[in-house]
């Protein structure tokens, strides 16, 4: 970080912090109100900005309410990085997707395409709109937040905390100078936290031991990603050695690019160029001839981003094959946080 930065953003941080207290003591003690929708609501959220892992989760929790209570869920979303963001975008109605990428935001489309014929997906700030519009047009029942821990105008039934191993706390300082969107002592409003890609740190034991220390009473479950899948951006599945076999270039545009790369290497596949963008990055015809021309430059044959890049490089054409790995997100001592969704729908129904 530059010095003017360094110097200006802590006491804009110190502004955020008050103003942020002021907030969380607020609905604390019931000073601002809290909207009830007549479905069940599960939240999945963070502390900090930045990928967490967050959407993978959002995805298991979808399919697990699914499988578990036998009822459509429907996902509520900001859509971050879209056009019009005040606007209410149906992207799913749960059979099929309904908006193009741009419209839906990067997030909400590859839900929406990841969970045909499973979910509805619903971008719009306003949340509680959002639900009582889905639950008279859709009959929604249970309702997913994405992003949704700093959410309170909304009640939920059981709310879930990511927190990303590599990086649990976010440089440390609240927004702008650091990462925290609130205080770590905000875990204590969660009902269960998920620390993510533990398997990408060295010493995950002590992350985890002190998340259990703030989380108090609350369940703990470690995670890891794991790839799902490997295929071509038209959608083609290709086996694993198509990709292993090669030396390839990496590039993302996502909130944590470095646990990508991480994760090709845990893979077996070490690139020889990686290139991070800036997250919800929107391609040019340029960046993949950049990136080919780089990319033959060290050797390499082929090149590898994620889904949800691979949605932007629709209309680009690549001088080099490129792949998309996908990933799923797996939990340690699953069968617990399914209790707790199972529980949060059946008090619903009551």
Same mark, same amino acid.
């Given at each position: 970080m530059n010095r003017p930065a360094s110097i200006i953003l802590p006491p804009l941080s110190a502004i955020y912090s008050v103003v942020t207290r002021a907030r969380l003591t607020g609905y604390r003690r019931g000073w601002f109100s809290v909207a009830k929708l007549q479905a069940t609501v599960i939240s999945v959220g963070n502390l900090t900005t930045g990928g967490t892992g967050k959407t993978p989760l959002v995805e298991w929790v979808c399919r697990a309410v699914a499988r578990e209570t036998g009822k459509r869920p429907c996902i509520l979303t900001r859509g971050y990085g879209r056009p019009n963001p005040q606007s209410q975008i149906l992207v799913s109605?749960?059979? +099929? =997707?309904l908006a193009a990428q741009r419209e839906a935001g990067d997030e909400p489309y590859l839900l929406a395409q990841n969970l045909s014929g499973i979910a509805a997906v619903i971008s719009n700030p306003n949340r509680i709109a959002a639900g009582l519009w889905a639950i008279k047009n859709l009959g929604s029942e249970v309702f997913v937040l994405d992003d949704g821990f700093q959410h309170q105008r909304l009640a939920r039934d059981l709310d879930i905390v990511t927190i990303d191993a590599t990086n649990p706390w976010g440089g440390g300082s609240l927004l702008p100078y650091g990462r925290l969107r609130e205080p770590r002592a905000g875990l204590s409003r969660a009902d269960c936290v998920v620390v993510t890609r533990t398997d990408q740190v060295e010493d995950a034991a002590s992350v985890v031991s002190t998340i259990r220390q703030l989380a108090g009473t609350r369940a703990v479950f470690? /995670? !890891?990603? =794991?790839? /799902? #899948?490997? +295929? !071509?951006?038209? #959608?083609e599945s290709v086996g694993k050695h198509d990709l292993l076999d090669q030396t390839v270039a990496a590039f993302c545009g996502v909130g944590n690019p470095e646990s990508f790369f991480n994760q090709l290497r845990l893979e077996g596949c070490a690139p020889v160029v990686t290139r991070a963008f800036a997250d919800h990055y929107q391609y040019q015809q340029v960046d993949l001839h950049r990136l080919s021309a780089e990319a033959k430059d060290r050797g390499a044959r082929a090149l590898v981003t994620t889904a949800k890049d691979a949605l932007k490089l629709a209309s680009l054409k690549s001088e080099l094959p490129c792949y998309v790995l996908e990933i799923r997100i797996s939990i340690d001592d699953e069968g617990k946080l399914l209790e707790l969704i199972r529980s949060a729908c059946q008090e619903q129904k009551q």
């Open positions: 109605d749960g059979n +099929r =997707v470690s /995670s !890891r990603m =794991v790839t /799902s #899948g490997i +295929r !071509r951006p038209d #959608g």
